[in-house]
Protein backbone atom coordinates (compact mmCIF):
# COMPACT_ATOMS: atom_id res chain seq x y z
CA UNK A 1 0.00 0.00 0.00
CA UNK A 2 1.56 3.39 -1.10
CA UNK A 3 2.10 6.47 1.75
CA UNK A 4 -0.84 8.33 0.50
CA UNK A 5 -3.13 5.37 0.54
CA UNK A 6 -2.47 4.95 3.87
CA UNK A 7 -2.95 8.18 5.17
CA UNK A 8 -6.45 8.30 3.55
CA UNK A 9 -7.54 4.99 5.58
CA UNK A 10 -5.86 6.56 8.46
CA UNK A 11 -7.86 9.57 7.94
CA UNK A 12 -11.48 7.92 7.60
CA UNK A 13 -10.55 5.55 10.82
CA UNK A 14 -10.04 8.52 12.58
CA UNK A 15 -13.25 10.30 11.30
CA UNK A 16 -14.88 7.21 12.31
CA UNK A 17 -14.27 7.76 16.02
CA UNK A 18 -15.82 11.38 16.28
CA UNK A 19 -19.43 10.73 15.37
CA UNK A 20 -20.36 14.72 15.95
CA UNK A 21 -17.52 15.24 13.07
CA UNK A 22 -18.19 11.76 11.33
CA UNK A 23 -22.32 13.16 10.92
CA UNK A 24 -21.34 17.05 9.48
CA UNK A 25 -18.62 15.42 7.12
CA UNK A 26 -21.34 13.08 5.69
CA UNK A 27 -23.92 15.35 5.25
CA UNK A 28 -21.74 17.44 3.14
CA UNK A 29 -20.66 14.62 1.03
CA UNK A 30 -24.00 13.90 0.52
CA UNK A 31 -25.09 17.25 -0.49
CA UNK A 32 -21.84 17.45 -2.97
CA UNK A 33 -22.44 14.44 -4.77
CA UNK A 34 -26.39 14.56 -4.69
CA UNK A 35 -25.42 18.32 -6.89
CA UNK A 36 -23.81 16.84 -9.02
CA UNK A 37 -25.41 13.67 -9.66
CA UNK A 38 -29.11 15.76 -10.34
CA UNK A 39 -26.78 18.52 -12.20
CA UNK A 40 -26.23 14.91 -14.53
CA UNK A 41 -29.04 13.91 -14.38
CA UNK A 42 -31.22 16.66 -16.24
CA UNK A 43 -28.41 17.40 -17.87
CA UNK A 44 -28.06 13.85 -19.80
CA UNK A 45 -31.74 14.84 -20.68
CA UNK A 46 -30.69 17.14 -23.11
CA UNK A 47 -28.45 14.26 -25.29
CA UNK A 48 -29.91 14.93 -29.02
CA UNK A 49 -31.33 17.83 -27.78
CA UNK A 50 -28.99 20.69 -27.67
CA UNK A 51 -28.81 23.73 -29.79
CA UNK A 52 -26.44 22.13 -32.14
CA UNK A 53 -24.09 19.16 -32.53
CA UNK A 54 -21.18 20.84 -31.29
CA UNK A 55 -22.95 21.90 -27.97
CA UNK A 56 -24.35 18.34 -28.05
CA UNK A 57 -20.81 16.50 -27.47
CA UNK A 58 -19.50 19.26 -25.00
CA UNK A 59 -22.66 19.03 -22.59
CA UNK A 60 -22.33 15.28 -22.77
CA UNK A 61 -18.90 15.55 -21.91
CA UNK A 62 -19.69 17.93 -19.49
CA UNK A 63 -22.56 15.83 -17.87
CA UNK A 64 -20.18 12.52 -17.95
CA UNK A 65 -17.10 14.30 -16.09
CA UNK A 66 -20.04 15.89 -13.17
CA UNK A 67 -21.27 12.39 -12.99
CA UNK A 68 -17.65 11.15 -12.03
CA UNK A 69 -17.39 13.62 -9.78
CA UNK A 70 -20.85 12.46 -7.49
CA UNK A 71 -18.92 8.80 -7.83
CA UNK A 72 -15.65 10.38 -5.86
CA UNK A 73 -18.19 11.84 -2.90
CA UNK A 74 -20.04 8.69 -3.34
CA UNK A 75 -17.00 6.50 -2.90
CA UNK A 76 -16.08 8.70 0.31
CA UNK A 77 -19.47 7.93 1.75
CA UNK A 78 -18.72 4.09 1.33
CA UNK A 79 -15.45 4.34 2.72
CA UNK A 80 -16.51 6.07 5.95
CA UNK A 81 -18.83 2.71 6.09
CA UNK A 82 -22.38 3.69 4.84
CA UNK A 83 -23.75 1.53 1.45
CA UNK A 84 -21.78 1.31 -1.45
CA UNK A 85 -21.57 3.96 -4.12
CA UNK A 86 -23.89 2.72 -6.86
CA UNK A 87 -26.65 1.62 -4.21
CA UNK A 88 -26.04 5.44 -2.64
CA UNK A 89 -26.77 7.07 -6.42
CA UNK A 90 -29.53 5.56 -7.50
CA UNK A 91 -31.20 3.45 -4.36
CA UNK A 92 -31.81 6.06 -2.12
CA UNK A 93 -35.23 7.67 -1.25
CA UNK A 94 -36.08 11.17 -2.64
CA UNK A 95 -36.44 12.51 0.79
CA UNK A 96 -32.91 10.97 2.09
CA UNK A 97 -31.52 12.97 -0.77
CA UNK A 98 -29.44 16.08 -0.05
CA UNK A 99 -29.48 18.23 -2.92
CA UNK A 100 -30.31 22.04 -3.53
CA UNK A 101 -34.26 22.27 -4.25
CA UNK A 102 -33.13 23.70 -7.33
CA UNK A 103 -31.75 21.32 -9.21
CA UNK A 104 -34.57 18.92 -9.20
CA UNK A 105 -36.10 21.93 -11.93
CA UNK A 106 -37.28 20.36 -14.71
CA UNK A 107 -35.92 21.39 -17.82
CA UNK A 108 -39.08 22.14 -19.57
CA UNK A 109 -42.49 20.38 -20.19
CA UNK A 110 -43.00 17.34 -22.31
CA UNK A 111 -41.02 14.48 -22.66
CA UNK A 112 -37.56 13.27 -24.06
CA UNK A 113 -38.62 10.42 -26.14
CA UNK A 114 -42.27 12.76 -26.95
CA UNK A 115 -41.52 16.56 -28.06
CA UNK A 116 -39.67 17.57 -24.91
CA UNK A 117 -40.27 21.40 -25.03
CA UNK A 118 -36.72 22.41 -23.16
CA UNK A 119 -35.25 25.52 -21.96
CA UNK A 120 -31.87 26.28 -22.95
CA UNK A 121 -31.91 29.59 -20.71
CA UNK A 122 -32.75 28.21 -17.76
CA UNK A 123 -30.04 25.42 -18.62
CA UNK A 124 -27.77 28.10 -18.78
CA UNK A 125 -28.57 29.58 -15.82
CA UNK A 126 -28.64 26.95 -13.92
CA UNK A 127 -25.09 25.26 -14.72
CA UNK A 128 -23.68 28.95 -15.01
CA UNK A 129 -24.92 29.27 -11.24
CA UNK A 130 -24.39 25.95 -10.12
CA UNK A 131 -20.51 25.79 -11.39
CA UNK A 132 -19.77 29.08 -9.97
CA UNK A 133 -21.17 28.21 -6.77
CA UNK A 134 -19.13 25.14 -6.70
CA UNK A 135 -15.85 26.96 -7.39
CA UNK A 136 -16.00 28.24 -3.90
CA UNK A 137 -16.94 25.45 -2.05
CA UNK A 138 -14.60 23.27 -3.36
CA UNK A 139 -11.79 25.68 -2.88
CA UNK A 140 -12.88 26.15 0.77
CA UNK A 141 -13.02 21.95 1.28
CA UNK A 142 -9.51 21.95 -0.32
CA UNK A 143 -8.01 23.42 2.96
CA UNK A 144 -10.48 21.43 4.72
CA UNK A 145 -9.52 19.09 7.73
CA UNK A 146 -10.60 15.71 5.80
CA UNK A 147 -7.57 15.01 3.84
CA UNK A 148 -9.71 12.36 1.47
CA UNK A 149 -12.11 15.07 0.80
CA UNK A 150 -9.59 17.71 -0.15
CA UNK A 151 -7.92 15.65 -2.40
CA UNK A 152 -10.62 14.80 -4.40
CA UNK A 153 -11.83 18.76 -4.47
CA UNK A 154 -8.54 19.30 -5.48
CA UNK A 155 -9.40 16.65 -8.33
CA UNK A 156 -12.12 18.49 -9.20
CA UNK A 157 -11.21 21.87 -9.35
CA UNK A 158 -8.80 20.66 -11.80
CA UNK A 159 -11.79 20.23 -14.50
CA UNK A 160 -14.24 22.57 -13.10
CA UNK A 161 -13.24 25.27 -14.56
CA UNK A 162 -13.81 24.17 -17.92
CA UNK A 163 -17.44 23.77 -17.20
CA UNK A 164 -17.74 27.43 -15.71
CA UNK A 165 -16.02 28.89 -18.70
CA UNK A 166 -18.32 26.77 -21.24
CA UNK A 167 -21.62 28.09 -18.96
CA UNK A 168 -19.75 31.37 -18.75
CA UNK A 169 -19.65 31.94 -22.77
CA UNK A 170 -23.22 30.41 -23.27
CA UNK A 171 -24.53 33.28 -20.85
CA UNK A 172 -22.23 36.07 -21.80
CA UNK A 173 -23.80 35.22 -25.98
CA UNK A 174 -27.69 34.58 -25.09
CA UNK A 175 -27.44 38.45 -22.81
CA UNK A 176 -25.83 39.60 -26.12
CA UNK A 177 -28.20 38.29 -28.77
CA UNK A 178 -31.62 39.09 -29.81
CA UNK A 179 -34.12 40.68 -27.47
CA UNK A 180 -36.13 37.63 -26.63
CA UNK A 181 -32.78 35.29 -25.76
CA UNK A 182 -31.80 38.52 -23.38
CA UNK A 183 -35.17 38.06 -21.56
CA UNK A 184 -35.80 35.20 -21.45
CA UNK A 185 -32.65 34.51 -19.69
CA UNK A 186 -33.26 37.56 -17.54
CA UNK A 187 -36.72 35.93 -16.31
CA UNK A 188 -34.59 32.82 -15.20
CA UNK A 189 -31.84 34.51 -13.77
CA UNK A 190 -34.57 36.51 -11.42
CA UNK A 191 -36.14 32.63 -10.73
CA UNK A 192 -33.05 31.47 -9.93
CA UNK A 193 -32.29 34.05 -7.27
CA UNK A 194 -35.37 33.34 -5.69
CA UNK A 195 -34.82 29.24 -5.76
CA UNK A 196 -30.78 28.27 -5.01
CA UNK A 197 -30.98 30.07 -1.59
CA UNK A 198 -29.48 26.54 -0.17
CA UNK A 199 -27.58 25.71 -3.28
CA UNK A 200 -24.91 28.16 -0.99
CA UNK A 201 -24.90 25.71 2.04
CA UNK A 202 -22.21 23.46 3.24
CA UNK A 203 -24.30 20.87 4.90
CA UNK A 204 -27.05 21.24 8.24
CA UNK A 205 -23.89 20.59 10.76
CA UNK A 206 -21.45 22.51 8.25
CA UNK A 207 -19.92 24.79 11.54
CA UNK A 208 -19.04 21.38 13.47
CA UNK A 209 -16.74 20.56 10.60
CA UNK A 210 -12.88 21.60 11.44
CA UNK A 211 -11.08 24.10 8.68
Not at 83 to 103: G, T
Not at 158 to 168: D, I, K, S, V
Not at 182 to 206: K, M, P
Request: hydrophobic content about 35%; some cysteine.
Amino acid sequence: MERGEEEMMESAEAAKQDQTYLNALKDLLYQLADDDFLISFRGSEWLGLAPHIEEDVAFSSITQNTMGHALMFYNLLEELGDQEADFLAHERKPEERKNAIYFEKKNGEGHYTEEPYYDWALTVVRNFFYESFKKVKLEAITKGSYKPLANVAGKVLMEQPYHLAHWRIWFKQLYQSTDDARNRLQERLEEAWEQCGDVFELGAHAAELST
